[in-house]
């Protein structure tokens, strides 16, 4: 499967599934605000809601956007009540998400030199 980038043409078909799915993790990982929400989910371990407004700073329609993306690649989940809407973290692809990071940095053996 081929798959379009700003830059050109990205050949993921190159690429093992594994690999391509740590790229498109830490693709939606590589922004500060969405760390952060997600070490405040972490540090809250519960449902929030409306807390990361006044937590982070940002607007409201960032941080929905945040969400979106964070909720997109399944790290974090939500419900919907009325206005209200909860978000936590997926505890079953919180664990995926650290298997596979671990996967590919446990692969780490230091080196007796180096170049």
């Known amino acids: 499967m081929k798959q379009l980038s700003v830059m050109g043409v990205t050949r993921t ?31 809250s371990n519960a449902c929030i809601n409306g807390d990361l407004v006044q937590e982070l ?21 939500g419900t919907i009540e009325g206005v209200s809407v909860s978000y936590c ?14 996967g590919l940095f446990d692969q780490f053996n230091e080196p007796n030199t180096c170049c």
């Open 13 to 43: 078909d190159l690429f093992t599934e594994e690999q391509n799915e740590i790229s498109k993790i830490a693709k939606a990982l590589a922004h500060p605000a969405r760390v952060a929400i997600i070490d405040y989910l972490l540090k």
């Open 57 to 77: 700073g940002l607007a409201q329609a960032t941080i929905s956007q945040h969400l979106k993306e964070l909720k997109n690649i399944g790290i974090i989940q």
């Open 89 to 102: 973290i997926h505890p079953q692809r919180w664990a995926e998400v650290k298997n596979l990071f671990n």
